[in-house]
């Protein structure tokens, strides 16, 4: 943990911190505030509109019926839990003032957003500065917990999944000639780098990245990208991007080359990619941490229960929205109290099982879990090999 609070010092004084300065209440008043009223407040953060809505609505769906199931047996610590909802629209600069807004007033036990790494990365020294917690579902920036000691991360550095991800491509797949495309976005770029190492550092002469384009995220047409990509000779497509990207992908190059494979990263696991790609997605696989189609008795019953309910099935980082939030109020039990310091010290002790399997944060509130291998077969989510 001393090496975390070094690593916060340092990166928060290159951030400027002393610009956020008196953008919360005094510690004393904060922590007071979190546990006053007839609630426990907590706050979800993510796009509730634009072109990513689908997560930021995921994560207050995930939160709200949490709440919900925890409010019929008494809430926690005697009180009725309130999900408060902001959204960020995944931008930095909305995202800032929704951060000092939390902090300002101070009644929040915890945060759960928000969704791109780069708008976490802008919040989560607010959140450090001002001593407020905050769990990222699905941010994947390797430094983003390094901001400090009350930031968490309930999903996987993306070198890991990025692993996986090629490791799929070229072990199961059988690829050679990998091509790349990202969307134009810190994480978009990031990924790709990523991506791109991974394979350099296979030691393999003959699986190499042939080409890599970077395209606008929510573009129509991604057919110039396409063709360069097929005319590198790319026999698989690794995409850094969401399920709208993949899906209008897979569709347009299928178009071209029907025989190409597409690997994508656990953000794309959702419905909606089906819905959208249709016959197009078939064979593209993913390496996810949450599986839809688990026989396990307390993720069906759950998927049951969010789909009759929301209408549609969660998603990956759905499911691990609604175990953070079961984590957070778990220390927030064990704990006796909502004070954020006492809380997130707790968070650092509890072994939460969920619907994304026992979840226990690292000294570096990281997390570390095995990657289910998934694909798409008759218009459904399967395991590999099965």
Known sequence: MRK??????????????SLLAGCGKSEESKDASASSGDTVKIAVAGPMTGDNSEYGIGFANAAEMMAEEWNANGGVLGKQIEIVKYDDKNTSEEATTIA???????????????????????????????????????????????????????????EKEATASVDLAVNDMGK?????????????????????????????????????EEVMEGSDDYTP?????NEAGADVVICCGMY??????????????????IVAFSNAYSQQLIELGGEAVEGVCFPVIFFSESEDPTVKEYIEKYTEKYGAAPSALTSQAYDSVGILLTAIEEAGT?????????????EYPGVCGVT????????????IKVT???GKFVKMGE
């Open 100 to 158: 000092q807004k939390i902090v300002s007033d101070g009644d929040a036990a915890g945060v759960i957003g928000h969704f791109a790494s780069g708008v976490c990365m802008t919040a989560a020294p607010i959140y450090q500065e001002n001593k407020m917690i905050e769990i990222s579902p699905s941010s994947s920036h390797p430094d983003y917990t390094k901001i400090g000691d009350y930031i968490f991360r309930n999903n996987t550095v993306i």
């Open 376 to 378: 798409i077969e008759d």
């Open 360 to 371: 226990k944060f690292d000294e570096n509130g990281e997390i570390d879990k095995e990657f």
């Open 338 to 350: 909502t004070d954020h310091e006492t809380v997130k010290d707790k968070l650092y002790e509890v």
């Open 244 to 261: 709208n990207l993949v899906a209008p992908v897979a569709k347009q190059y299928k178009a071209i080359n029907p025989d190409i494979a």
């Open 225 to 229: 990208a396409i063709t360069k990509l």
């Open 176 to 212: 050679k000639n990998i091509g790349i495309i990202s969307i134009m976005t810190d994480w978009g770029t990031n990924t790709s780098q990523v991506v791109k190492d991974i394979v350099e550092n296979l030691g393999d002469p003959d699986v190499k990245v042939v080409a890599h």
């Open 4 to 17: 975390k609070r070094l690593l916060a010092i340092a990166l928060t004084a290159a951030m400027g911190m």
